[in-house]
């Protein structure tokens, strides 16, 4: 049987006698330090050694590689959701907390969003986060393969809308302008084809969205798509509540 290919399935490797101040965390926060400043491509156990100023073959002692690093890495960032316990808040309040915990998380940390599913997430951090959405959700109602189905609908909106942030503060940064100066560029060209887009051109000029706020626009967004599902989902639990 071939060997489960995660950083979580091998316990950690003791300190070296010969470096007690060196650790697997320090490793892992300066990893996500370079992670954050150049993204996944930037990260090297070389580079890394560099920056800690113990050279590479001390990191390698603590961690195999660059794949188990990543999968450290994302776990720590995963530290950084809150859940709310159940009772501590509505639920509906603990899943909105949840999920504009993950959004905030991704868009400080946007290399994740690229490892999240190339590995198990079996982390201590994943599998707290895990463990209190699963009691959030149950005492919410939901029930069995019910609470998968909640928890991947918080996860997916999350996840969706800090791709599509990140993508764009990432263009944004290639170009050298911010979000609302692309926008701003962008209007004359959409000016220009509207006529070829009647319905578009007209719910355009009437909701006045000709030169919006790129991170406005999108943070209302998120919120209005979280509430609608929030919405259905306390919709789903009510109708089946009165059907029981």
Known sequence: MAELNSVWAHPPRATRGDQPTL?????????IELLDAEGSAGLSMRRLGTK???????????????????ELAVDEVLGEIYVPEPGDTDWRV???????????????????????????????????????????????????????YAGSLLHAHALGAATTESALTAAAARSGLRPS??????????????????????????????????????EQSFTFGLERLLDGLSLWLDQRSKAH
């Open 52 to 70: 800690l100023g113990s050279g590479t073959t001390s990191v390698y002692w603590y961690v195999a590689n660059k794949d188990d690093l990543l």
């Open 23 to 31: 650790s697997r965390e320090q490793i892992v926060r300066a990893a």
């Open 94 to 148: 603990g899943a909105s907390i949840l999920a504009n915990g993950m959004r905030t998380a991704l868009l400080r940390h946007p290399w994740v969003l690229g490892q999240l599913g190339t590995r198990p997430t079996l982390g201590p951090n994943a599998m707290r986060m895990g463990d209190r959405t699963v009691a959030l959700l149950t005492a919410a109602g939901f029930t069995g393969v019910e609470v998968s």
């Open 181 to 218: 100066e692309m926008a701003e560029q962008i209007a004359p060209l959409v000016e220009q084809i509207g006529d070829d887009y009647p319905h578009y051109d007209r719910w355009r000029r009437l909701n006045g969205v000709a030169g919006p706020d790129p991170d406005h626009v999108m």
